[in-house]
């Protein structure tokens, strides 16, 4: 994990920001490793004396937006930082690209998917939010090379999202092009009970396509600001 300063804030695009790195594929799976080393100016104020530290800390955590993109980001930070310094995050955004359809059959009929990109994960990120206490801003946004997907998977793939208390600020961006009251007719649970969030439709931006080891990386739509990698 490092602390980059995002130089693109004012552009869409945020899987071309530097801060990201260059994105390439290890069997079929998206990393990223930054062309830019990490910026020690992010923390000089907090590093200066001890008592300027325990002063000073909460507001690297409160004041700042944690733009993640691996899928198990959310994992390693809620294992890196102290309890109370993960529930002092107030904003959060997800860039999560399904490199694997999830909740469906892979091709030859398995229904194994890898860690960091199987369901496991996706279900343990979303229980580990919900816990978070100080989240008042979440987006996530949502990107998958398998882009046709019944109101009933949708519904399945956000179901885990309902964990987040109401009253946030919560908005989910899906690739789907699907009516929100066709996915949550299909939500398990009460009939017809609306998510606790807003659901967006996001086409992918195919006007910046890059193809890496025969896999089409769509971009996203979303700017960047604290990004642990």
Known sequence: MAHIRCMQREEPDVWTH??????????????????????????????????????AIEI????????VKRPDCILFLSSTIL?????AIRSLRIHWYFSW???????GGRRKHYPPYDEATWERTWEIIADMEGLQYIRVLMDELWMERTPNEVATILEPLKRVPSGKDFEAEIPWRIRVRDIERESPGEPGGCFPFRIKYS???????RD??????????EESSLSPV
């Open 18 to 55: 530097k801060c990201w790195g260059i994105l390439y594929t290890s069997w079929g799976h998206f990393e990223s490793r930054p062309e830019d080393p990490p910026d020690e100016r992010l923390l000089s104020l907090v590093k200066t004396c001890r008592q300027v530290y325990h002063e």
């Open 60 to 67: 690297i955590y409160s004041d700042n937006v944690f733009d």
């Open 83 to 87: 309890p109370h310094r993960l529930n």
């Open 101 to 107: 359809p999830l909740y469906v059959a892979v091709p």
């Open 203 to 209: 086409p992918p931006d195919r006007s910046n396509e």
């Open 212 to 221: 890496y080891a025969g896999f089409t990386l769509s971009t996203s739509h």
